[in-house]
């Protein structure tokens, strides 16, 4: 069982800068392929980034490469994603989830952060 907590996120301005932090609480939590999904009303769960278990390979959507980095700390449980050069675009409700295996489908995530709300306003 893994339980995830999400802090960060709310209002920016375009071009500006947010982080997100995702707290993961679990004995095999280091075990787990970690992602950051994004989503807007009437929309799908998107994905935004992951990184594999150990920290080592991270893997971006094409929308936010280059702006968003996503970084893991297994010494303290945390998964963070700094998000930089923010469009409006990029206003979505985020997650934090955790997978046994690579995927950049949600549905293949076993478990979820509460979400939080990220706005960007132009």
């Known amino acids: 069982q893994v339980r995830l907590v999400e802090s960060g996120g709310g209002l920016a301005q375009a071009g500006g800068s947010l982080r997100l932090s995702c707290a993961a609480r679990g004995p095999t939590y280091v075990s787990y392929y970690m992602g950051w999904f994004r989503q807007t009303p009437g929309r799908e769960r998107e994905f935004v980034a992951l990184?594999?278990?150990?920290?080592?390979?991270?893997y971006y959507a094409n929308s936010v490469k280059g702006r968003f980095t996503i970084s893991r700390e297994n010494a303290d449980n945390t998964v963070s994603l700094q998000m930089t050069n923010l469009k409006s675009e990029d206003t979505a409700v985020y997650y934090c989830?955790?997978?046994?295996?690579?995927?950049?489908?949600?549905?293949?995530?076993?478990?979820w952060g509460q979400g939080l709300q990220v706005t960007v306003s132009s």
């Open positions: 989830g955790a997978a046994t295996y690579y995927s950049q489908q949600w549905d293949d995530y076993t478990y």
């Open positions: 990184t594999t278990w150990d920290g080592s390979s991270a």
